[in-house]
């Protein structure tokens, strides 16, 4: 692997999609200025990858997605994105010590408030009467988002906030997902309007060479 570049091991239908997105953000490109090793997914069924000694030097846990750049390696999706961000600076990283305790409440609330509840709707967990619990046990959530999004864009930075990695952590998962299992957010309109803001942006999807199934 070359040092000069950051190697994500994952692919879209996994949590790294999160700092693929980012990295996208950023303009870099898929196997120019990043790598990306295929493991499979949650969707498509796992490959050899993860059981193999050298991923598990890196991840004991046999969980992706994993980052190595250089002799740095991380997992977790939120500290493998607010680290890129950090690395390549700019306006997604936070600009001072509060702004960056904010990404870091957001990425937070993303996988403890949102993911559990969104995540089992996207594989049809419990049927209709699990899918009415989840949308139930998201209604106060989704009411502090809607307050949080008031008279807002995005979710850091002064005025109207600037797109940051919290937003790409919370996007990623009540977005993507919300969009996935069609989730009603007529009732949070301020929810509704920033999810159609982030996941319209182009570098929400992947280029053509970069699907779930991708190159090496």
């Not at 200025?33 to 050899?48: A, I, Q, R, Y």
Request: glycine share 10%; net charge neutral; with cysteine.
């Amino acid at each position: 692997m070359s040092e000069n570049k950051i190697v994500i091991y994952g692919h879209q239908a996994s949590r790294a999609s999160r700092p693929y997105w980012l990295l996208r953000e950023y303009g870099k490109a898929i196997n120019e200025d990043f790598l990306e090793v295929d493991t499979g997914g949650p969707v498509t069924g796992f490959n050899e990858v993860r059981d193999s000694d050298q991923f598990l030097k890196l991840n004991p846990y046999k969980l992706i997605p994993v980052m190595q750049h250089g002799d740095l390696v991380l997992y977790e999706s939120q500290a493998i994105c607010q680290y890129i961000a950090e690395y390549l600076g700019g306006p997604m990283s936070g600009g001072d010590i509060g702004e960056r305790a904010r990404i870091n409440m957001y990425g937070l609330s993303s996988v403890t408030n949102f993911e559990p509840n969104f995540l089992p709707m996207v594989f049809g967990s419990g049927g209709a009467e699990g899918r009415a619990k989840f949308e139930s046990n998201l209604q106060q959530p989704l009411n502090a988002l809607n307050v949080e999004l008031q008279d807002r864009d995005y979710l850091v930075g002064a005025e109207r906030g600037r797109f940051t990695v919290a937003d790409i952590m919370m996007a990623s998962t009540i977005g993507q997902y919300g969009r996935a299992v069609k989730f009603d957010f007529s009732p949070w309109p301020n929810v509704r309007d920033w999810v159609a803001l982030t996941t319209k942006r182009p570098a929400f999807y992947p280029p053509r060479g970069m699907k779930v199934k991708p190159q090496n």
